[in-house]
């Protein structure tokens, strides 16, 4: 069975290199409002999005991001926000304070997430190419005070958005094992190891395929490289300066 966001999503790859063409203003607008019908808890609505076009602006945003060309090559890129700064006013109409917690945070990190994804998916049924950047969290007061964010505000993650470059356009990656990411009724907690390794085997074979040779443990081995240490150990005293709270 199938559709044609069924077949957006099932063909999508990620895409870092666009042609030297604009993206028009109605196509950005068609984005952002299909984007803004995605689901928000209780309506709360507690996101926000910046659209920068600006070449100076996505390369200082591109350096921030960790030297992420991409965002500055991008014709269009959007920050998407946790935005909680808008609650405050909304509670300050009713002489009410605006409680900052542990929920209030996820809340406003999962709108922002679930309007990026369909925002995605709008690009990419435009026949447009993205890639979601979560470098934006390396230096979340930086970006703040470059994208002029109020204090409850960061942005969770970014997104260039272009049309893709032909020549360079990536083969699709593979995916973890069905059986490893999806459970019926309850969470089937076996043994995973030999699917992991099935999955690393399948994705050394995608990128030996591209000319990037990789290990055998193609995907574990990166991951436990990456996470045997905090990253970004700095986020939450940042945010919580940035008006965020965790309690």
């Keep these: 069975m199938t559709t044609p966001v069924i ?5 999508r790859v990620t895409i870092r290199t666009y042609q030297d063409k604009p993206v028009s203003e109605e196509m950005v607008q068609a984005i952002l409002g299909a984007a803004r ?5 209780s309506n709360m609505q507690t996101y926000s999005i910046v659209v920068v076009r600006d070449p100076e602006t996505k390369k200082q945003l591109a350096v921030l991001a960790g030297n992420q060309k991409h965002v500055e090559e991008c014709p269009v890129f959007f920050a998407f926000c946790a935005d ?14 605006l409680v900052k917690s542990l929920e209030t945070t996820l809340v406003a ?6 309007v ?18 979560g470098g934006m969290r390396n230096h979340p007061a930086e970006v703040a005070a470059l994208l002029g964010l109020p204090l409850g505000v960061y942005v969770v993650f970014g997104m260039c958005v272009g049309w893709p470059d032909p020549i360079n356009l990536p083969a699709q990656k593979p995916r973890l094992p ?24 399948a994705l050394a074979e995608h990128y030996n395929a591209q000319g990037n040779n990789q290990h055998a443990a193609a995907w574990s081995g990166p991951i436990a490289r990456r ?7 700095f986020l939450r005293p940042t ?3 940035l008006g965020f709270a965790f309690d």
């Design 116 to 133: 990026g994804m369909s925002a995605q998916t709008a690009v990419e049924s435009l026949g447009l190419g993205a890639v979601m950047i």
């Design 84 to 97: 909680l700064h808008r609650l405050e006013m909304a509670c300050a109409l009713h002489g009410e304070p």
């Design 178 to 201: 069905e059986e490893l990411v999806i459970h019926y009724e309850r969470y089937d907690d076996s043994d995973p190891t030999p699917l992991v390794q099935q999955y690393d085997a």
């Design 239 to 241: 945010l919580e300066k």
């Design 7 to 11: 077949d957006t999503l099932n063909t």
């Design 109 to 114: 990190t999962v709108d922002a997430a679930l």
């Design 227 to 233: 996470l045997n240490g905090k990253i970004r150990p």
């Design 37 to 41: 019908r995605s689901p928000t808890s």
